[in-house]
């Protein structure tokens, strides 16, 4: 796929800034960039608009959102922004189907939700789940350091009588569980490469509570929970800067009618709801949910799962307060988490979800991902070393690099990822409601008075209000179509449409054998008006609606 920068290595923020400015000094008609919200560290939240501003005002066409990177570590997900932008924009006038994509419609880009975090995760060796900001600190215990300077925080295994490890006989680079009967032989406890913080208490070991622990993704109104029901939730609902700027872009770009939030890993595509099962919630928006998903599948290889039934594993006291339930289940968007990259799959050993297994499936799983990282990514992986530790002596450190293979591809499998996102998202993109008056005529009743008739459709998949949660919301808007250039005769010039279906309510299916369209979906609505106007008179017939944008239609008495 033509592209105007490269994608074989993750971006960090002057590279992400440099390329956005690029962008909006070179198409000035095409790409708008605005900053949604400045960091505690200084560093700009960049949201891009892309659309062609000489067919229509953002505001007026339907819109469509994509992020990456509200998870520090995520940055594969602001790889596939950075490259969805990249495409759009570089093939705008080459390629026909992002040019009437971006004539007739919206594209909301946030790349980067967290430049804090992310920037700390690509510059030093630390882990974080979202912002390097403290939060809740507790003292004591285990905590990560890159003691051998090579600049990775790798596995550490430390020689104990009461270790629950042991050292493969046939690999001693494997650790495998010591079994009950072992009680002759070396045995090992295994943390994460770092340092020992003195603690209040016995001897026996623990791991400490991260110091940078807020998770954006818990700290949004929908379902927030404050700890200790879950960890990194902030102080209270969009208490984080980069949370608020996200909701209130969305509020603030009422045409947005689908979204793709952007995280790693899992090579899942998950569609809400996320506090409730999927039998639940509308069985229409979840048939919509399915089938765009399905696109994904196609694309991207992912495999499509609800949230709640199949990615939660606890449905008692489950982790909410996510960006797509707010997304979702306030403003009724359609929206999906994607979960990039998928290892466990590449390796033969994939994620059982939905289910259970055996507890010693995730170490095999482990060990078969270790084994791919060592054949396909050998520069991220280094043998057990022997390393002088200030506290407990003789220790060797070993083992993947985390960041880039399990978490986010290494960096020869990334452009592949991206690609086939972009792909889906262009797609996804083309599945929003768009407004069309099929035809429009006038029937002369008398010498002055005309009647005049107007069809106004929705050829797109989504209907015009998006999905029956949004109806249930109120935050569906009707369709509102405005009759100009005559009186009309004893009734409003302006006449309202509840809503006009998508494709997507066309029943079908096969009947002996046969296909059949059983019922056409509600997609068009016949309009009629009186009007006194002389002959020659131009009458024009608008129609608008905020997530399905205008059209408009003239004809001359």
Request: hydrophobic letters at 35%; aromatic letters at 12%; a negative charge.
């Amino acid at each position: 796929m033509k592209t105007t920068f490269q994608y074989d290595h993750y971006y960090k923020y002057d590279e992400i800034k440099s390329n956005i400015e690029y962008f909006t000094e070179k198409y000035p008609d095409l790409v708008k960039a605005e900053v949604n919200c400045v960091t505690l560290e200084g560093r700009n939240q960049y949201a891009v608009t892309i659309t062609n501003q000489k067919t229509g005002d953002a505001l007026s066409k339907p819109g469509w959102y994509l992020d990456g990177n509200i998870h520090a570590g995520e940055v594969t997900s602001c790889m596939a922004a950075m490259h969805t932008m990249d495409y759009l924009i570089t093939n705008y006038g080459e390629v026909d189907e992002v040019t009437k994509l971006l004539d007739t419609t919206t594209i909301y880009i946030i790349p980067r939700v967290t430049p804090d975090g992310a920037e700390t995760y690509l510059s030093t060796p630390y882990m974080l789940r979202s912002a390097n900001r403290e939060y809740m600190v507790e003292k004591g215990g285990m905590y990560g350091e890159d003691l051998d300077s090579d600049g990775v925080m790798r596995m550490m295994r430390i020689p104990t009588p009461y270790g629950a490890w042991k050292k493969d006989p046939a690999d001693s680079s494997v650790m495998m569980k010591r079994e009950p009967s072992d009680t002759e032989g070396e045995f090992y406890d295994i943390y994460t490469e770092g340092m020992l913080e003195a603690f209040e208490g016995d001897e026996n070991l623990k791991m400490k509570k991260t110091v940078w622990g807020l998770d954006f993704n818990r700290n949004f109104p929908f379902g927030w929970w404050p700890e200790p029901r879950q960890d990194g939730a902030g102080k209270y609902p969009l208490s984080n800067p980069e949370c608020k700027a996200l909701a209130d872009f969305v509020l603030a770009h009422p045409n947005i009618g689908g979204a793709a939030i952007g995280h790693t890993s899992g090579g899942l595509i998950l569609y809400p709801p996320g506090t409730k099962p999927e039998k639940a919630a509308p069985s229409f928006d979840m048939k919509v949910m399915k089938e765009i998903a399905e696109m994904g599948k196609q694309e991207l290889g992912y495999k499509p799962m609800n949230i709640f039934d199949s990615f939660i594993h606890d449905q008692d006291s489950y982790d909410s307060g996510a960006f797509d339930d707010w997304c979702y289940q306030t403003q009724g968007i359609p929206c999906y988490t994607m979960e990039f990259w998928d290892v466990p799959t590449k390796a033969g050993k994939p994620h059982v979800w939905g289910g259970k297994e055996e507890p010693s499936a995730s170490l095999e799983r482990y060990y078969a991902c270790v084994k791919w990282v060592k054949e396909n990514a050998p520069q991220y992986y280094s043998d057990w070393k022997e390393f002088d530790h200030p506290v407990f002596g003789k220790v060797e450190i070993g083992g993947i690099n985390f960041k880039f293979t399990l978490q986010n591809p290494p960096e020869n499998f990334l452009q592949k990822e991206l690609e086939n996102d972009t792909k889906f998202n262009i797609r996804f993109a083309k599945a929003m409601p768009k407004l069309a008056v099929d035809c429009l005529s006038a029937e002369k009743k008398a010498d002055g008075v005309y009647e005049i008739t107007a069809v106004i459709g929705n050829p797109g998949y989504l209907p015009t209000n998006l999905t029956e949660e949004a109806v249930k919301l109120k935050t569906a808007k009707p369709v509102i179509v405005d009759l100009e250039g005559a009186e009309v005769i004893g009734a409003s010039a302006q006449k309202k449409i509840d809503s006009l279906a998508g494709f997507s309510g066309t029943v079908t299916g096969a009947f002996y054998g046969n296909i059949s369209t059983f019922a056409n979906a509600a997609a068009k609505k016949k309009l009629t008006w009186i009007v006194k106007a002389a002959e020659g008179t131009v009458i024009t017939v608008k129609a608008s609606q905020e997530k399905a944008g205008k059209a408009c239609k003239q004809i001359t008495l």
